[in-house]
């Protein structure tokens, strides 16, 4: 007797994850999927420049976390609270001048959340991040493709 094979991805942490996104919507997938493995008290760090599709990949896993408000890049707010499956705080310190604004607004709370935390320029605050903290890094290849790279907890998959 054969054993049947399981046709979901494996959840698992402390994997890398790394597909080519050709557009928008594989951007988002690709989030969707990722928020598969992801659990309470995530941080993840969204590094890319401006326009390699950080706040889309963001949307992905928002839908994945049963979130129906409207995702959008909190620059000028800096946080943005949603709550879904998970809560999820979505941070951008682009505007940031580094760690001491970052925590004179409060902002360590959001490094050990009760939900997941994003933070879009999390290099501003590079030593801040926790140890457990899931590094995904969006660059815009010369096709105009998307390399989207994650190293953490996130599921071994393709787009395919």
Known sequence: MGMKK???PAITRNKRMQIISKNEEDTRKAGR?????????DVISL???LGAGKTVFAKGIAEALNIEEAIVSPTFTIVQEYDG?????HLDLYRLSGEDEFE????EDFLYPDGVTLIEWSEKI???LPD???????TILENG???IKAEGGCHEYSLA
């Open 104 to 107: 004179s607004m409060g902002g």
């Open 132 to 138: 457990s903290t899931i590094y995904v890094e969006i």
């Open 126 to 128: 590079e030593s801040m």
């Open 33 to 41: 999927v990722f928020s598969g493995s992801l659990i309470k008290g």
């Open 85 to 89: 499956r998970l809560k999820m705080y």
């Open 145 to 147: 493709d998307r390399l």
């Open 6 to 8: 399981d046709i979901a």
């Open 47 to 49: 590094r890319g420049s």
